[in-house]
């Protein structure tokens, strides 16, 4: 890898250049860690051998054993983190379930939870789409019908890829006058996003695209836009359909969309590869657009279904603390 970025032509293409250079530089700092891990283990050695029974430097030394056991179990996570695109950013989709005022309430919850998430794992987070619900709920809440984020960030989607898949949020109705209880569905999808040209090997004939503008807008229809910047792309053969309007410029957010669809193709390319393997096999996989997560706010209660991973604490998982919950996601999965 370091013999092509000292190529004379590694700058011709800099796209992957610029890829490249960020492997290279994703290495080089776990390279550093580790020899940091080893730097600290044999530093706890020394001391130990001159600790005898003075309490101060035991209580010095667990302090240090503390924080290195912190750094080693981090180490350890990125381990599970190998796929193909798990160092790299994230697009990350919610759409409304049945439910309606009360599920577009939860995508807005939702959205929010990751938003905290990645402010936690200090990564950046940009909406490239929303469409919000009817104005006028209870203390101005406006709901979102459909949201896509995009999370850059080292590993954003290794972390969060494992959150695909429908969330369930029962609760006492805020949009309820006898105070009933309700259950929400929102489904999650977790996409990779493409570093450089041809990452995705999936190749889209322009003949395929509709492409359509319109003027973006805020919630309730407010601050129309005067010019039509937003882009709305359909690609026809699988009627997938992906929106952008974060951009100033109507070619900013084309190309935006377009990464949104290349990765929304890829994921159906994926998908359809793996589910023939597994009738090959004589396997069922129910896999798209399973539950696998309960949050149950007047019992105080948010299961993952899947690692039987549970928390009292739902306001600190709904603050965006879902490291038990993702971490738990990261191990079992891969392991199976």
């Given amino acids: 890898?370091?013999?092509?970025?000292?190529?004379?032509?590694?700058?011709?293409?800099?796209?992957?250049?610029?890829?490249?250079?960020?492997?290279?530089?994703?290495?080089?700092?776990?390279?550093?860690?580790?020899?940091?891990?080893?730097?600290?283990?044999?530093e706890i050695q020394d001391f130990l051998k001159i600790s005898g029974d003075d309490e101060k430097i035991i209580g010095d030394i667990e302090k240090e054993i503390s924080g290195l056991?912190?750094?080693?179990?981090?180490a350890c996570l990125q381990t599970y983190l190998g796929g193909k695109h798990d160092r790299g950013d994230a697009i990350l989709q919610i759409f409304v379930g049945a439910g309606g005022r009360d599920s577009q309430d939860w995508v807005a919850m939702l959205k929010r939870m990751y938003e905290y998430y990645a402010e936690r794992k200090r990564f950046l987070v940009r909406v490239l789409d929303q469409s919000f619900g009817e104005p006028g709920g209870p203390e101005g809440r406006i709901g979102i019908k459909n949201l896509t984020l995009e999370i850059n960030g080292k590993y954003a989607f290794g972390f969060l890829k494992n959150e695909s898949?429908?969330?369930?949020?029962?609760?006492?109705?805020?949009f309820s006058a006898q105070k009933l209880r309700h259950t929400s569905f929102a489904q999650v999808v977790v996409l990779p996003k493409a570093l450089g040209k041809g990452e995705f090997e999936v190749d889209i004939d322009e003949n395929d695209l509709k492409i359509e503008t319109f003027r973006s807008s805020g919630p309730g229809g407010q601050y129309m836009q005067k010019t039509e910047s937003a882009v709305r792309i359909t690609h026809l053969p699988t009627k997938t359909v992906v929106r952008?309007?974060?951009?100033?410029?109507?070619a900013q957010n084309k190309k935006k969309a377009m990464e949104v669809l290349l990765a929304r193709l890829y994921q159906l390319k994926k998908q359809k590869t793996e589910k023939d393997l597994k009738e090959m096999k004589g396997e069922i996989d129910p896999a798209w657009g399973k539950q696998i997560r309960n949050y149950?706010?007047?019992?105080?209660?948010?299961?993952?279904?899947?690692?039987?991973?549970?928390?009292?604490?739902?306001?600190?998982?709904?603050?965006g603390n879902l490291?038990?919950?993702i971490e738990a996601g990261i191990k079992i999965i891969n392991d199976d």
């Fill in 244 to 250: 952008c309007q974060s951009e100033r410029s109507q």
């Fill in 69 to 74: 056991e912190k750094k080693i179990e981090r």
């Fill in 296 to 319: 149950i706010l007047d019992k105080k209660m948010v299961k993952d279904l899947r690692t039987g991973v549970e928390t009292v604490n739902v306001e600190s998982v709904l603050n």
């Fill in 1 to 42: 890898m370091r013999k092509q970025a000292e190529s004379p032509d590694f700058w011709k293409n800099k796209e992957q250049a610029v890829q490249i250079g960020k492997e290279i530089t994703d290495l080089e700092q776990e390279i550093k860690s580790q020899k940091e891990i080893e730097a600290k283990v044999e």
């Fill in 165 to 174: 898949g429908v969330h369930r949020l029962v609760r006492i109705s805020p």
């Fill in 323 to 325: 490291d038990e919950f």
